[in-house]
């Protein structure tokens, strides 16, 4: 039974979960919590919230993804981040997650080369890298501010009462 230590010792490495789950009892749990999108195979825990497309925290107050990759995958190290290679937040599909160093984590999280609305991003001369903004969301958040400032100014004018209506004090 050395082999059972081993994945009890690798349950107890991780932050917030329950004390009182095994490896058996762990792996119905999530399975019991998760449904298969059949878009890309991934496979997406319901968590304690009520939003999605976030990470999950489920089983006490332990990250969903963390959890399945102790039960699912095994060889869990607590000194490095568990990745999705899917990048769904709440995916808990096995193949779609693997263990990586803190500055790998981070060196993957590349810029996209177009914007949240689809506008192509410019490379950055200084750093080589896409703007974290594109031309045409700057503009338009731009013109938005000073439509916003237009107004503001508009209703406190409206507000003040001309000099030359107001009555005389005697």
């Known amino acids: 039974m050395p082999q059972d230590d081993v994945i009890l010792d690798m349950l107890s490495d991780v932050p917030g979960l329950s004390k009182h789950f095994d490896e058996d009892s762990l792996r119905r749990y999530l399975i019991e919590r998760s449904t298969r999108v059949d878009d890309d195979g991934c496979l997406i825990v319901r968590g304690y919230g009520s939003q999605r497309g976030v990470y999950q925290k489920v089983a006490g107050r332990a990250w ?15 000194r490095l981040d568990v990745d999705h290679t899917c990048g769904v937040k709440d995916c808990i599909e096995p193949t779609h997650l693997r263990q990586l160093t803190r500055a790998e984590n ?18 950055d001369e200084a750093t080589g890298h896409y703007r974290r903004a594109c031309r045409a969301c700057n503009r338009d958040a731009q013109k938005r501010w000073r439509d916003r400032g237009a107004i503001t100014v508009t209703l406190a004018r409206a507000a003040v009462v001309p000099t030359q209506d107001r009555p005389r004090r005697l």
């Open 106 to 123: 981070c060196r993957a999280r590349i810029r996209k080369p177009q914007c949240r609305n689809g506008h192509a991003r410019e490379i």
């Open 64 to 78: 969903a993804h963390i959890a399945a990759y102790v039960a699912f995958v095994g060889d869990y190290d607590p």
